[in-house]
């Protein structure tokens, strides 16, 4: 398994943007691992947001993003960022960084093994 560190979260008024970034620690490398991003809110389940295969050929979004998040990767930074542009209050949420083998069409938490700390991302009206 592959240790994982989140950081990027913060408060933004709605309309405003963010960068989160997946990094792994120290020694070890996401470069055999697809990455995907899920979020928690308070009183809700924990939502698939994005995912990046291991060669970055496969992108995905969950519909409630779609067109306003967009997930990368770079290799020689060994990091997974999120891009999150045009946010709105109902993002509002703890953020974790997940690695697997591959992105699954549905986003299934069961299915990473390999957990971030999560960062908090609040979005104001």
């Known amino acids: 398994q592959v240790q994982l560190v989140e950081s990027g979260g913060g408060l933004v008024q709605s309309g405003g943007s963010l960068r989160l970034s997946c990094a792994a620690a120290?020694?070890?490398?996401?470069?055999?691992?697809?990455v995907a991003w899920f979020r928690q809110a308070p009183g809700k389940e924990r939502e698939g947001v994005s995912c990046i295969s291991v060669s970055a050929y496969i992108k995905s979004y969950s519909d409630s993003v779609k067109g306003r998040f967009t997930i990368s990767r770079d290799s020689a930074k060994n990091t997974v960022y999120l891009q999150m542009n045009s946010l709105k209050p109902e993002d509002t949420a703890v953020y974790y960084c997940a690695a697997s083998s591959v992105c699954s069409e549905v986003l299934d938490p069961s299915a990473f093994s390999s957990w971030g700390q999560g960062t908090q991302v609040s979005v104001s009206s």
């Open positions: 120290p020694g070890q490398s996401l470069l055999y691992y697809a």
